[in-house]
């Protein structure tokens, strides 16, 4: 399954949440509306989610406006404007000049509007840089250019220091660089930095900006022209999408040019434009009516009402103290940062029932640890309207904490908000019969608890940990040094009802992504070693697989968990990681499912995990349970190699590795490792192979080709395999091989078959054969085992750069 479906996937399992809570896809059941409330249910609600700020869409002079234009021009105009426009759009499309002072088309809408004008402008020799958070109508749009043979790079977002490094680097290689922005951010609110970019444009003659400045329209700027027209002096390399929705009040977009040359370019060469449905006579005329308002002296007293209300929600939201993100004095748009899904999805149930409506923002629209109640205000909204809101999101948001598993201090440092003194312990993750406790080391823990709980699930046993430790603990290099967290909530009767191992570790960021992506960047790696790559917190560890999260279910396993991730995610927080991940979780676990999903945690399908359950006694009874074909390859490519190789097993306390022999299996490891880009690592360390056989339970297994007389060994090793011996399974960890030895006597091969035999000599009834070479794998009777990983990314930006580079010409990718 690709990310793509995954996010799919994602995204149904919120809106199935929205609708069961009642917070997301409703439908509204007034015969008529007023602006203020909704009828949802049979109950009339406050409703905060309208991004009409002006309340413009209820003014009669629009409604008559579109009467008339009906009663005209009928109900729609249904011809191509490749041929032939209605009657409105030319006076529509003067007025909308007028009140931004540039040329103007009219679109269908503002997503038509970015679809319509950045291929017709943007050339193949050019270069495209997108913020981060411009709006998704935009980058939509990239797959399309980077078909043209565009290059496409993300820019963080809102930063001008690292968009500026490369123009730098980009204007003597390409003739135009284009910057993709918001003007005005539709989540938070917050606003694009307009006089440092007015500055860029003035030094960079390259530069050239496309802003989508939808929810910038109307209430700001002379004539309601929006916040970048307003504040960029100089558009010579400047084409502005507005909305003619939103605070407009009508419908439809238009695209704003520095001249008539660019505009008419737009106008004959957009496909998008051209060819789809127009904007119908209706919205035409409601578009004529709010146009002449726009330009009139009426406008500025719209605009200050509105900001009397935001002004007052800035203030009383400070009383308050209630966590607003980006509390601009100009703005419509407020963000109540909450964290958790579960913390916001508990919250804007509550005010549902309180009968107040405003949004509930979640994965994929913000970060999946950066959730909130998003409020839009209007002038349909009364200072009593607004204080009722915040007084009951005031009221209510220690509970909603707590049910998100956060205390304040965490939703602060999750949105770097300035904390604001000392605060009450209410919101307090820590539940009064449930503690979670918090180790660095195995040997901190009762280890004989440990192996009974989780010890028997993979190669996570005490012992296989406290190898790792040895080996990556206090590593010198960054990429081999892990950092263990070991995690066990009890109740009060010091019962464990949830523990597990969690590793911080740097993790390359295509780990699972296509293997012609991966190839592509270790080539810019030689050079950047750390190029797209994450420090992140993992389930389990880099190196082991297994499902190492054990749970009671006869307790309050939710709870406990909830306790336990809280503390992950701060964790998380604290070390600025960018990503939590749930490894190896059974991929049936219907219940763990749907409360991982409340927890705000999105699912991935990552590449198959194999198993060989070693029910056989004889050879003849293995072979038996094999399907005809592998039966036959294990006859005809397998056995005879069977007395190829010298077979050596070297087991903890037998001595150790010398040096060349070490440095000779750590090569063939490396063979592998530099082809395995189906998961994408960093190589293990040198010192691997020799710290395992100081400690009991680990063994390598060695394969030398034999004499033509059959009896010696050639030379050094040709293969070998390493792996961990746990109670009840045979868990092979690495392999190494000379690839010329596996095409012309089957080394691989015999390295399978010799996992296999290991496991029937040690009575083991499992062969962890995890992933990679699955179809080798089932040839020996390997089974896939259904396994899933959830995340929580805290920043998106290096999973939106892989998506570009999986999607069009190979760039450097970020800035």
């Given at each position: 399954?690709?990310?793509?479906?995954?996010?799919?996937?994602?995204?149904?399992?919120?809106?199935?949440?929205a609708a069961?809570?009642?917070?997301?896809?409703l439908?509204?059941?007034?015969?008529?509306?007023?602006?203020?409330?909704?009828?949802?249910?049979?109950?009339?609600?406050?409703?905060?989610?309208?991004?009409?700020?002006?309340?413009?869409?209820?003014?009669p002079?629009l409604?008559?406006?579109?009467?008339?234009?009906?009663?005209?021009?009928?109900?729609?105009?249904?011809?191509?404007?490749?041929?032939?426009s209605?009657?409105?759009y030319?006076?529509?499309?003067?007025?909308?000049?007028?009140?931004?002072?540039?040329?103007?088309?009219?679109?269908p809408?503002?997503?038509?509007?970015?679809?319509?004008?950045?291929?017709?402008?943007v050339?193949?020799?050019?270069v495209?840089?997108?913020?981060?958070?411009v709006?998704?109508?935009?980058?939509?749009?990239?797959p399309?250019?980077?078909?043209?043979?565009?290059?496409?790079?993300?820019?963080?977002?809102?930063?001008?220091?690292?968009?500026?490094?490369?123009?730098?680097?980009?204007?003597?290689?390409?003739?135009?660089?284009?910057?993709?922005?918001?003007?005005?951010?539709?989540?938070?609110?917050?606003?694009?930095?307009?006089?440092?970019l007015?500055?860029?444009?003035?030094r960079?003659?390259?530069?050239?900006?496309?802003?989508?400045?939808?929810?910038?329209?109307?209430?700001?700027?002379?004539?309601?022209?929006?916040?970048?027209?307003?504040h960029?002096?100089?558009r010579?390399?400047?084409?502005?999408?507005?909305?003619?929705?939103?605070?407009?009040?009508?419908?439809?977009?238009?695209?704003v040019?520095?001249?008539?040359?660019?505009?008419?370019?737009?106008?004959?060469?957009a496909?998008?434009?051209?060819?789809s449905?127009?904007?119908?006579?209706?919205m035409?005329?409601?578009?004529?009516?709010?146009?002449?308002?726009?330009?009139s002296?009426?406008?500025?007293?719209?605009?200050?009402?509105?900001?009397e209300?935001?002004?007052?929600?800035?203030?009383?939201?400070r009383?308050?103290?209630?966590?607003?993100?980006?509390?601009?004095?100009?703005?419509?748009?407020?963000?109540?940062?909450?964290?958790?899904?579960?913390?916001?999805t508990?919250?804007?149930?509550?005010?549902?029932?309180?009968?107040?409506?405003?949004?509930?923002?979640?994965f994929?629209?913000?970060?999946?640890?950066?959730?909130?109640?998003?409020?839009?205000?209007?002038?349909?909204h009364?200072?009593?309207?607004?204080?009722?809101?915040?007084?009951?999101?005031?009221?209510?948001?220690?509970?909603?904490?707590?049910?998100?598993g956060?205390?304040?201090?965490?939703?602060?440092?999750?949105?770097?908000?300035a904390?604001?003194?000392?605060?009450?312990?209410?919101?307090?993750?820590?539940a009064?019969?449930?503690?979670?406790?918090?180790?660095?080391?195995?040997?901190?823990?009762?280890?004989?608890?440990?192996?009974?709980?989780?010890?028997?699930?993979?190669?996570?046993?005490a012992?296989?940990?406290?190898?790792?430790?040895?080996?990556f603990?206090?590593?010198?290099?960054p990429?081999?040094?892990?950092?263990?967290?070991?995690?066990?909530?009890r109740?009060?009767?010091?019962?464990?009802?949830?523990?597990?191992?969690?590793?911080?570790?740097?993790?390359?960021?295509?780990?699972?992504?296509d293997?012609?992506?991966?190839?592509?960047?270790?080539?810019?790696?030689?050079n950047?070693?750390?190029?797209?790559?994450?420090?992140?917190?993992?389930?389990?560890?880099p190196?082991?697989?297994?499902?190492?999260?054990?749970?009671?279910?006869?307790?309050?396993?939710r709870?406990?968990?909830?306790?336990?991730?809280a503390?992950?995610?701060?964790?998380?927080?604290?070390?600025?990681?960018?990503?939590?991940?749930?490894?190896?979780?059974?991929?049936?676990?219907?219940?763990?499912?749907?409360?991982?999903?409340?927890?705000?945690?999105?699912?991935?399908?990552?590449?198959?995990?194999?198993?060989?359950?070693?029910?056989?006694?004889?050879?003849?009874e293995?072979?038996?349970?094999?399907?005809?074909?592998?039966?036959?390859?294990?006859?005809?490519?397998?056995?005879?190699h069977?007395e190829?190789?010298?077979?050596?097993v070297?087991?903890?306390?037998?001595?150790?590795?010398g040096?060349g022999?070490?440095?000779?299996l750590?090569?063939?490891?490396?063979?592998?490792?530099?082809r395995?880009?189906?998961?994408?690592?960093?190589?293990?360390?040198?010192?691997?192979?020799?710290?395992l056989l100081?400690?009991?339970?680990w063994e390598?297994?060695?394969?030398?080709?034999k004499?033509?007389?059959?009896?010696?060994?050639?030379?050094?090793?040709?293969?070998?395999?390493?792996?961990?011996?746990?109670?009840d399974?045979?868990?092979?960890?690495?392999?190494?091989?000379?690839?010329r030895?596996?095409?012309?006597?089957?080394?691989?091969?015999?390295?399978?078959?010799?996992?296999?035999?290991?496991?029937?000599?040690?009575?083991?009834?499992r062969?962890?054969?995890?992933?990679?070479?699955?179809t080798?794998?089932?040839?020996f009777?390997?089974?896939?085992?259904?396994?899933?990983?959830?995340?929580?990314?805290?920043?998106?930006?290096?999973?939106?750069?892989?998506?570009?580079?999986?999607?069009?010409?190979?760039?450097?990718?970020?800035?």
């Amino acid at each position: 399954m690709s990310a793509t479906s995954d996010l799919i996937d994602a995204c149904e399992a919120v809106g199935e949440l929205a609708a069961e809570l009642g917070i997301g896809l409703l439908n509204a059941e007034d015969a008529r509306l007023d602006g203020r409330t909704v009828r949802i249910d049979g109950r009339r609600l406050l409703q905060f989610a309208s991004c009409s700020t002006l309340g413009l869409e209820l003014d009669p002079r629009l409604a008559e406006g579109a009467i008339d234009a009906i009663r005209r021009f009928g109900t729609q105009f249904s011809a191509s404007r490749a041929f032939l426009s209605a009657p409105p759009y030319a006076p529509l499309e003067e007025a909308l000049g007028t009140l931004t002072g540039g040329p103007t088309i009219v679109t269908p809408s503002t997503t038509l509007a970015s679809a319509s004008a950045l291929p017709s402008l943007v050339s193949e020799r050019d270069v495209v840089l997108l913020d981060h958070q411009v709006h998704a109508t935009v980058q939509l749009v990239m797959p399309l250019l980077q078909r043209m043979g565009v290059r496409v790079e993300l820019v963080r977002h809102g930063r001008l220091d690292r968009l500026e490094s490369r123009i730098r680097e980009l204007r003597d290689h390409h003739p135009r660089v284009w910057y993709l922005l918001d003007g005005v951010y539709s989540m938070h609110g917050d606003l694009a930095p307009m006089d440092g970019l007015a500055w860029l444009l003035s030094r960079y003659e390259a530069l050239h900006l496309f802003v989508d400045d939808a929810h910038g329209m109307s209430w700001t700027g002379l004539h309601g022209r929006g916040h970048a027209l307003a504040h960029l002096p100089d558009r010579d390399r400047v084409v502005v999408a507005l909305s003619l929705n939103k605070s407009f009040g009508a419908g439809g977009g238009a695209l704003v040019f520095a001249d008539e040359a660019t505009r008419l370019r737009v106008r004959r060469t957009a496909g998008p434009l051209l060819f789809s449905g127009p904007l119908q006579p209706p919205m035409l005329g409601a578009a004529l009516a709010s146009a002449r308002i726009h330009l009139s002296d009426e406008l500025p007293i719209l605009q200050g009402e509105l900001l009397e209300r935001i002004r007052h929600t800035n203030a009383r939201a400070r009383e308050l103290d209630l966590p607003l993100v980006h509390p601009s004095e100009i703005v419509p748009i407020r963000f109540v940062g909450l964290g958790p899904r579960l913390a916001s999805t508990t919250m804007a149930a509550h005010l549902r029932e309180r009968g107040l409506l405003p949004s509930c923002a979640l994965f994929p629209a913000v970060p999946a640890h950066q959730t909130g109640i998003r409020l839009t205000l209007t002038r349909h909204h009364t200072l009593e309207d607004i204080d009722r809101l915040l007084e009951e999101m005031a009221a209510f948001l220690p509970r909603a904490l707590e049910a998100g598993g956060v205390t304040r201090p965490e939703v602060d440092r999750a949105f770097a908000l300035a904390p604001a003194g000392a605060r009450s312990a209410a919101g307090a993750v820590q539940a009064s019969d449930l503690r979670c406790e918090h180790h660095l080391s195995i040997d901190e823990l009762d280890t004989e608890e440990w192996d009974r709980l989780l010890g028997g699930r993979g190669s996570f046993d005490a012992g296989a940990l406290r190898t790792l430790e040895e080996i990556f603990a206090a590593h010198q290099k960054p990429e081999h040094r892990w950092r263990f967290h070991y995690l066990r909530v009890r109740d009060g009767s010091d019962r464990t009802l949830a523990a597990t191992v969690f590793v911080e570790a740097w993790m390359k960021d295509d780990m699972f992504s296509d293997a012609a992506v991966s190839r592509d960047l270790e080539e810019r790696r030689r050079n950047e070693p750390f190029f797209l790559t994450s420090r992140v917190l993992m389930m389990g560890t880099p190196l082991t697989e297994g499902d190492a999260l054990y749970l009671d279910r006869g307790g309050a396993w939710r709870e406990a968990l909830q306790l336990l991730l809280a503390r992950v995610s701060d964790l998380a927080e604290r070390a600025d990681l960018q990503l939590v991940a749930l490894r190896d979780l059974p991929a049936d676990d219907a219940e763990l499912e749907r409360w991982l999903v409340e927890l705000g945690h999105v699912r991935l399908t990552p590449p198959e995990t194999l198993v060989v359950e070693r029910t056989w006694r004889t050879r003849e009874e293995y072979l038996a349970r094999l399907t005809p074909r592998a039966r036959r390859f294990q006859r005809q490519e397998v056995e005879p190699h069977d007395e190829s190789f010298a077979v050596r097993v070297l087991e903890a306390g037998e001595g150790e590795l010398g040096a060349g022999e070490a440095a000779h299996l750590h090569a063939l490891y490396c063979n592998v490792q530099r082809r395995s880009f189906h998961v994408n690592t960093f190589p293990l360390p040198e010192d691997f192979l020799p710290t395992l056989l100081r400690h009991p339970g680990w063994e390598i297994v060695t394969l030398t080709r034999k004499s033509d007389a059959g009896t010696e060994p050639l030379g050094r090793p040709d293969a070998f395999f390493a792996a961990r011996r746990t109670r009840d399974a045979y868990a092979p960890l690495v392999v190494g091989l000379d690839y010329r030895v596996v095409r012309e006597h089957g080394a691989y091969r015999q390295s399978l078959a010799w996992m296999l035999r290991r496991a029937e000599a040690l009575g083991l009834p499992r062969v962890l054969l995890g992933m990679g070479a699955a179809t080798e794998k089932k040839r020996f009777g390997a089974e896939p085992v259904g396994r899933s990983v959830w995340v929580q990314a805290r920043d998106h930006f290096h999973a939106d750069v892989l998506a570009l580079l999986a999607g069009g010409p190979r760039g450097r990718g970020q800035a």
